[in-house]
């Protein structure tokens, strides 16, 4: 043992049989207000110097990501901190050294779930993505991760004012980042006169994979959705649907996970 890592090699396995990258004990993460500083932390978590490389296990942590600074418990690159996008979290680790974080741009590209970045921190030789946080105004948003899913607060990705009876492919990119694997939230269908049925579908695809339903005879009333397949990532597919008058409806999303 050393600073909290314990490596783990099975001679020509590359400590294949040891565990999986990124697997994780009581990961977690909370961040009540923005700011530009947060701080994962967990009682175990495996990195790896490459996918089927040499794993370290590293047990205790707290690793604080400063977006302000470079390199361990910062981000790789001065200046790619987004106004407003993602940044994946990874653990870091190496022979001798203190297991730390490292923030990077995954805007526009899907984290790897090791880093592939140019820039690792002198010393680190393993890493594992436990994170893809989104960020406004060059701040972390508020919310709360578990495991690999990540709460965040009620946000409408969807304004509608008039029926849409079929299904209808919908970017979330502005809030759900491309590592996510399924999404969930909750909608409502708001008619300005009385209506016998007011329902929405979402789905994973236009196919119905994956499809939740709602229906209800009063209008207003919000219905969670829960795990809905990102097929298509950062894609969600509705339909939305009043007989009476549509005026504003919404879709919010509230989780992700990665």
């Given at each position: 043992?050393?600073?909290?890592?314990?490596?783990?090699?099975?001679?020509?396995?590359?400590?294949?049989?040891?565990?999986?990258?990124?697997?994780?004990?009581n990961l977690a993460m909370s961040l009540a207000t923005a700011g530009t500083t947060a701080t994962w932390t967990a009682d175990e978590l495996i990195t790896e110097t490459a996918l089927g490389?040499?794993?370290?296990?590293?047990?205790?942590?707290?690793?604080?990501?400063?977006?302000?600074?470079?390199?361990?418990?910062?981000?790789?690159?001065?200046?790619?901190?987004?106004?407003n996008g993602f940044m994946a979290i990874y653990a870091i680790s190496g022979p001798g050294k203190t297991t730390s974080a490292l923030g990077w741009n995954a805007t526009s590209s899907k984290?790897?779930?090791?880093?592939?970045?140019?820039?690792?921190?002198?010393?680190?030789?393993?890493?594992?993505?436990?994170?893809?946080?989104?960020?406004?105004?060059?701040?972390?948003?508020?919310?709360?991760?578990?495991?690999?899913?990540?709460?965040?607060?009620?946000?409408?990705?969807?304004?509608?004012?008039?029926?849409?009876?079929?299904?209808?492919?919908?970017?979330?990119?502005?809030?759900?980042?491309?590592?996510?694997?399924?999404?969930?939230?909750?909608?409502?269908?708001?008619?300005?006169?009385?209506?016998?049925?007011?329902?929405?579908?979402?789905?994973?695809?236009?196919?119905?994979?994956?499809?939740?339903?709602?229906?209800?005879?009063?209008?207003?009333?919000?219905?969670?959705?829960?795990?809905?397949?990102?097929?298509?990532?950062?894609?969600?597919?509705?339909?939305?649907?009043?007989?009476?008058?549509?005026?504003?409806?919404?879709?919010?999303?509230?989780?992700?996970?990665?």
């Amino acid at each position: 043992m050393h600073s909290g890592i314990s490596i783990l090699l099975i001679v020509g396995l590359g400590g294949g049989l040891t565990g999986v990258i990124g697997q994780a004990r009581n990961l977690a993460m909370s961040l009540a207000t923005a700011g530009t500083t947060a701080t994962w932390t967990a009682d175990e978590l495996i990195t790896e110097t490459a996918l089927g490389g040499t794993q370290y296990r590293n047990n205790s942590l707290s690793l604080t990501v400063n977006l302000a600074i470079v390199g361990a418990g910062g981000v790789d690159v001065a200046g790619t901190v987004p106004t407003n996008g993602f940044m994946a979290i990874y653990a870091i680790s190496g022979p001798g050294k203190t297991t730390s974080a490292l923030g990077w741009n995954a805007t526009s590209s899907k984290a790897p779930e090791t880093y592939s970045g140019t820039a690792m921190p002198a010393g680190y030789t393993a890493s594992a993505l436990i994170s893809v946080w989104r960020i406004a105004n060059g701040q972390f948003v508020p919310g709360y991760q578990l495991a690999r899913r990540i709460y965040i607060p009620k946000v409408a990705v969807l304004t509608l004012t008039a029926n849409v009876a079929s299904y209808t492919a919908l970017s979330v990119s502005g809030i759900i980042p491309l590592n996510a694997k399924t999404m969930g939230g909750c909608a409502n269908v708001n008619p300005s006169t009385s209506a016998s049925n007011n329902y929405f579908f979402v789905s994973g695809s236009a196919s119905e994979i994956g499809a939740q339903f709602s229906g209800t005879n009063n209008s207003g009333v919000m219905t969670p959705f829960a795990d809905i397949p990102l097929i298509t990532p950062q894609t969600l597919y509705y339909i939305m649907v009043s007989t009476g008058t549509m005026t504003t409806s919404y879709i919010y999303a509230t989780e992700y996970e990665i």
